[in-house]
C-alpha cells in the first residue's frame, strides 16, 4: 500500500512506521518503564496461532494418506526431530517440541512483513479515530514484533535460561560451577578469574548475537518495504509517478517473494541456534 505523502515526508513517514504502541513515551534510548504494547500483542497473537495451527494438524492427523496440510506439519516435525537428535544428546522430549515451537512461532511473526505495511498502522488510526478522535499521526504501530530489538533480545534471553538450566541439570551445580571456573585454559587457581570472564563472554555473546541476527535482517526487510511503498506515493506528486508506481509493484512483487525466503531462513537459524546452544549445554568441556 502506498504512502500517505500529501501529509508526511519520506523521512516523517518512514519514522512515523518506526514508532511504537507504546505504555507511555520513552525518555531515553535504554527506559525500562516502557512497555511496546503493539509487539507484545503481536507476539502473543502469533505464539497462539501457531499453537491452534499445531494442535489442529495433531488432531485431524490419520493414519491413511495424509492431506496437504498434514504432510506439511509432518514433514517440519520430522524436520526439527532429525535436527534435534542430531544436535543434542540426551532426553529430547521438551526439546524438540519447543524447537519446532520456536520455529513455527518465529515464521509467523517474520511473515507479518509480507502484509502491506500501511495495513496494520491504517486500521488503527481509524480505531484511534473513531475510539478516542485521536489524530492519525499521533497513532503509532509498528506490528513486526521480530524488527523490535526488545521482542528478540527477549527470546535471546529465554534460550540463555535453558541453557544455564539444562548445564545445572545435566552436570549439576557442582559441576556446573566447576566448568565455570575450570574450562577452557584448566583448574589451576590462577586461571579462575579468566575461565569465568571467557565463560560470561561466552555467554553473553550467544545471547547477544542471538537477539541482533533474528533483529538486524528483520529490521533491514521492513526498511525495504517501507521505501518500496514510498514509490507507489509518487504517482501522485509528478509526472514521473507512474513510471514510480509500476516500479512499486515491480519491486514490491521480487522483494516480497526474496523476503519469503528470509522470514522462513531467519525462523530456522534462530531454532538450530536454540538446539546447538541447549546442546553445548549437555556437553562439557
Known sequence: MA???HSLTATEYIVHHLGHWQTEKQKSIIDFSVVNIDTVFFSIACLVLGLLLLRAAAKRATSG?????QAFVE??????????????????RFIAPLALTVFVWIALMNAIDLIPV????????????????????????RP????DLNG???M?????ILMLWYGIKIKGVGGFVHELFCAPFGSHPAFWLFNFLLNLIEYAAKTVSLGMRLFGNMFAGELIFFLIALMGGALALNATGLSMAALHVIAGTVWLLFHILIVLLQAFIFMMLTLVYIGQAHEGH
Request: a negative charge.
Open 3 to 5: 504512502a500517505d505523502s
Open 65 to 69: 494418506v495424509p492431506g496437504r496440510f
Open 75 to 92: 514433514m517440519m516435525v520430522e524436520m526439527v526431530e532429525e535436527q534435534s537428535r542430531s544436535i543434542v544428546h540426551g532426553d529430547r
Open 118 to 141: 500501511d495495513l496494520f498502522p491504517k486500521i488503527a488510526s481509524w480505531i484511534g479515530w473513531y475510539a478516542a478522535g485521536v489524530p492519525e499521526h499521533d497513532v503509532y504501530l
Open 144 to 147: 513486526l514484533p521480530t524488527a
Open 152 to 154: 528478540t533480545l527477549g
Open 156 to 160: 535471546a534471553l529465554g534460550v540463555l
